[in-house]
T-cell receptor
Framework: NAGVMQNPRHLVRRRGQEARLRCSPM?????VYWYRQLPEEGLKFMVY????????ESGMPKERFSAEFPKEGPSILRIQQVVRGDSAAYFC?????????????FGQGTRLTVV | SQKIEQNSEALNIQEGKTATLTCNYT??????LQWYRQDPGRGPVFLLL?????KEKRKERLKVTFDTTLKQSLFHITASQPADSATYLC????????????FGTGTRLQVTL
């Protein structure tokens, strides 16, 4: 059973371009979380999705950022018109259900660099 | 608002000693707390989970305690080794329609020879 797969591992974009980050959850997991991590900082929650639904997007900026988790295929975090401040590591996590005693499984992250 | 706080200063200890990391929470009472390990350039990895009515949980050289009076969880690594050097994160998963896994800022542990 493959773990959570994120791609690309590294992504370089020029200011103003779009960044698309992909996350394939573990098999059988229908809950996906996205986090952003700046160097030497903690994981900041961005969005929580279930298949075809956004459950909680309270941590995601209202503009330029969007996320989806379609019925088929990976979850996508999309950043439009990237700026230097978007440079960070973006981590995806998945879990099979939501309960307080459920652990989350993380991918290796996508490191976005905006030049 | 609900907060999970960890000591952001790095903890440096000598090999063989016990490392103790602290996680404090405010403004709520989680029924569970989780601990993760994160190595540089990698995603966090789940280590242990403790329930509020469990005073202590162990897994090999790891021990977690949960003190609901102090609103605190302690994470211990006994007989620490250089390979234990990493950042350790405390987390809580809320329930309900707005569930999300919230992390503390993490504490970096450095074990030296």
């Amino acid at each position: 059973n493959a773990g959570v797969m994120q791609n690309p591992r590294h992504l370089v974009r020029r200011r103003g371009q779009e960044a698309r980050l992909r996350c394939s959850p573990m098999k059988g997991h229908s809950h996906v979380y996205w986090y952003r991590q700046l160097p030497e900082e903690g994981l900041k929650f961005m969005v929580y999705l279930q298949k075809e639904n956004i459950i909680d997007e309270s941590g995601m900026p209202k503009e330029r950022f969007s996320a989806e988790f379609p019925k088929e295929g990976p979850s996508i975090l999309r950043i439009q018109q990237v700026v230097r401040g978007d440079s960070a590591a973006y981590f995806c996590a998945s879990s099979p259900l939501i309960a307080e005693n459920t652990e989350a499984f993380f991918g290796q992250g996508t490191r976005l660099t905006v030049v | 608002s609900q907060k999970i706080e960890q000591n952001s200063e790095a903890l440096n200890i000598q090999e063989g000693k016990t490392a103790t990391l602290t996680c404090n929470y405010t403004n709520y009472s989680p029924a569970y707390l989780q601990w993760y390990r994160q190595d540089p350039g990698r995603g966090p990895v789940f280590l242990l989970l403790i329930r509020e009515n469990e005073k202590e949980k162990r897994k090999e050289r790891l021990k977690v305690t949960f003190d609901t009076t102090l609103k605190q969880s302690l994470f211990h690594i006994t007989a620490s080794q250089p390979a234990d050097s990493a950042t350790y994160l405390c987390a809580h998963l809320g329930t309900g329609t707005a569930s999300k896994l919230t992390f503390g800022t993490g504490t970096r542990l450095q074990v030296t020879l």
